[in-house]
Structures are given as C-alpha cells and as structure tokens.
C-alpha cells in the first residue's frame, strides 16, 4: 500500500516539513545520494534525500520504506519558478494488513520527531519587546524585536549541586514532555521559575542553559515599557507555545505605587463623571421648570 505526502514548490505543508526532518536523520545512514546545507554560520549542516532515493524504516516491527518523488508535468508551463512547475512529494510503501497501525500510529509519531528535530535544528532567537512607542501605532509584528541567540551556556558548564542540577534537568524533561497531560487536566501549559540573588550569580547563565537545553526561544520582557494590561495582553498573545519569558528585575518595580496611581486616577475621574452628570440632571431639571413656566403663561 501507498501513501503520499505532498509538497508543491514553495508551498509546502506544515506535515510535508516534519516529514522530510524525520526521513533526512534516516538517510545520512542509508541513502546513497545526499544533498547538505550549511546553517548557523557554518556550525550545522543538514542533509537533505536527494529526489528518487529511498529510505527504509521500522515502527513496532513493521517494516516500511519512503521514497522522495519529484514529477514534472508533461504540459508546457511557463513559470517566474522553475521549482513552482515541479511537484515532488514522499511515498510511504507498506502491507496493507498494517493500515491501521500506519494510518494512526506511526504517522503521528513521524510528525512529532519531525518537529522536534526541526525544533532543534533552527537558530533560537533572543526577543525584547520596543520601547518608546505606543504598541496601537505599529503593527503587531513589530512589537518584538530579535536577534539570534547564541550563548555558551549549558547544563554541563553550569557550577551548582549536581544533586539539584539534575533535579532541574529531570523537572524540565518532564514538563516539555507533559503537554497531553496539561490539556487533559485543563490548565495551561506553563512553568514559572523564581531566581533570585546579587548580581553575578548565575541567573542569566541559568536561564541561557535551560534555553539550550530545551531548545527554546526567549523574550525578554521590559514591564517599564508596557504602557497597559492590553499591550501586555497583545505582547504574551506573540510569543511562542515553546519559549521562556523572562521578566527581570521585579523587586524594583514600584508596582504597588503603579497601583495606587491608576486608583487616583480613577477615583478622580468618577468624581468629575459624578459632577458632570449632577450638573447635567440640575441643567434638566432648569429646562423642565421653564418650559412648565411658558406653558403656563401660554394657557392664561
């Protein structure tokens, strides 16, 4: 039995990416042909299949083979890209007695690997959210910025108890393999972490570790340059579902002052809304007086 995952030029599918991550770990081993790129600054190399080769696989004993398919279409077509012109996609070949296990199983479990090494393989980003401007006057887009992050940080470099050390190590596994469980008890899946002490210790390190070694993104968060609830809202709705938030320096956030602030603020805006729908009943209650007035002198 046949089963194929199609990708057309430059509009390939989400599962057609995760596919070819996957089968691109299989084939530096088996394929005989082999393209690579070179990313990061020349410190990761990717294989790519080449188109026709083949790469065979096992999934609970079953055995399967996949093979890169590239086919032109026979008809003349001009294109701007060649590529757009070109259809390729990967053929699954299996027993037919294994459909089920296939179809419901070893798919699923292709697309989760495949994203995972993709996760792994593409350059992590470091992200601040801009100040000096209101968020309502720019595009969404642009309410972080980035660059690439690079830090030599690990768990292996890090100075601390190994006892703890691999407590973390282990909590954090846990926790990124423990989305199904989040959504199945109904809570958000998130994780907060409290690092405190003087400067030089370790807390920037250890969050740059943890990054590596799950392989997140990070945004760093800067609260003074959040104008309101709505811009913190829209700036939490653009971060990533794998990422770390780090929102530095907490205790010198004169939060409980920010508070009192707003309370005036509004306590003094009821008080001028109160004052202006008084002075807007009594300017009634004037205008209700003299028109009883006139009609009175009407009627005489």
């Given amino acids: 039995m046949h089963y194929a995952a199609d990708g057309f030029g430059f509009r390939r599918s989400e599962a057609y990416r995760a596919i070819e991550n996957y089968l691109n770990s299989k084939s530096t081993e088996q394929a005989s042909k082999l393209k690579a790129n070179v990313f990061k600054d020349g410190k990761c190399i990717v294989r ?35 590529s757009a012109t070109e259809k390729r996609y990967y053929k699954l070949s299996f027993h037919k007695r294994y459909r089920d296990q296939i179809t419901k199983n070893y798919l699923k479990f292709v697309l989760e690997k495949g994203k995972e090494i993709a996760a792994k ?3 992590r980003k470091l992200y601040t959210n801009v100040s000096g401007q209101s968020y309502s006057s720019r595009s969404r887009k642009n309410m972080w910025s980035h660059v690439v992050f690079e830090h ?20 954090l596994v846990n926790f990124s393999q423990s989305k199904d469980y989040y959504a199945r008890i109904g809570k958000a899946w998130k994780r907060g972490y409290l690092l405190y002490g003087p400067p030089g210790t370790g807390k920037s390190t250890m969050i740059a570790a943890i990054a590596n070694f799950l392989s997140y993104d990070i945004y760093d968060l ?27 320096d907490i205790d010198s956030l004169d939060i409980a002052s920010q508070r009192r602030k707003i309370g005036k603020k509004k306590e003094a805006k009821e008080k001028k809304t109160s004052a202006m729908e ?14 009883a007035r006139n009609k009175a002198e009407e009627e005489e």
């Fill in 48 to 82: 790519h299949m080449e188109d026709h080769e083949e790469v065979s696989d096992v999934f609970q004993g079953i055995k399967l083979s996949w093979s890169k398919v590239k086919s032109i279409p026979r008809a003349q077509v001009i294109s701007l890209y060649a």
């Fill in 121 to 123: 393989n593409r350059q």
């Fill in 152 to 171: 030599p940080a690990s768990f292996d470099t890090l100075a601390m108890d190994p006892v703890k050390k691999k407590e973390i190590m282990d909590e």
């Fill in 278 to 291: 008084e002075e807007e009943d009594k300017s009634s209650l004037r205008t209700a007086k003299e028109e």
């Fill in 222 to 248: 800067e609260l003074t340059a959040v104008a309101d609830n709505t811009d913190l809202r829209n700036l939490l709705i653009q971060t990533s579902s794998k990422s770390i938030l780090v929102i530095e």
